[in-house]
């Protein structure tokens, strides 16, 4: 479900208890959301929200909408703060998407792609008052069992982040 369409610069999140959504923040000026972003719907995460996903096509789509996609990646995310916070997001792109038929892994993804990302997310969560410890592009080959993945997630990024499956952005 798409909270969030590319290009906005409006941050729409569903208020749980009334079922509809409402406008959560809006970006500086200069940042804009480079893709669709939104939730997957019956999962949850640590912070008892569904896990996120930021969905990969060219056209932007409208919040409340709900679309087929296929997991490529992981993009694995470690808030600074007094208690460090994972706030991971699944990275895919529309299932009949024909531009992207051919991305199965994070790891076909341009740099340029993924370093728009990369920048997107730093610049949004500074604008929270908030910096990230690190962050990294993690393959979907490495993270197929979702279920799995909700209970393991910190000793996956111990193990992955040395080795050479991981890909990390030079912001």
């Known amino acids: 479900v798409i909270e969030t369409s590319a290009g ?27 893709h669709n972003c939104g939730f997957i719907p019956r999962t949850i995460w640590r912070d008892a929200d569904p896990m996120d996903v930021l969905v990969i096509m060219k056209e932007p789509v409208h919040p409340g909408c709900f679309l087929r996609a296929r997991a490529v990646g992981l993009i694995a995310m470690i808030e600074k703060g007094v208690v460090p916070r994972a706030d991971h997001k699944i990275v895919a792109v529309r299932a009949d998407d024909p531009e992207y038929l051919e991305y199965t892994n994070i790891k ?45 997630i910190p000793f996956f990024i111990l193990i992955v982040s040395q080795t050479r499956y991981m890909r990390k952005i030079k912001m």
């Open 8 to 34: 906005s610069k409006v941050k729409y999140e569903l208020d749980k208890e009334l079922g509809l959504f409402k406008v959560d923040r809006v970006l500086h000026p200069v940042v804009v959301y480079p």
């Open 108 to 152: 076909d993804f341009p740099v340029d792609i993924l370093s728009e990302i990369g920048r997107f997310l730093v610049n949004c969560i500074r604008q929270k008052n908030q910096s990230l410890d690190d962050f990294w592009f993690l393959p979907w080959d490495l993270a197929s069992d979702c279920s799995s993945l909700l209970y393991f």
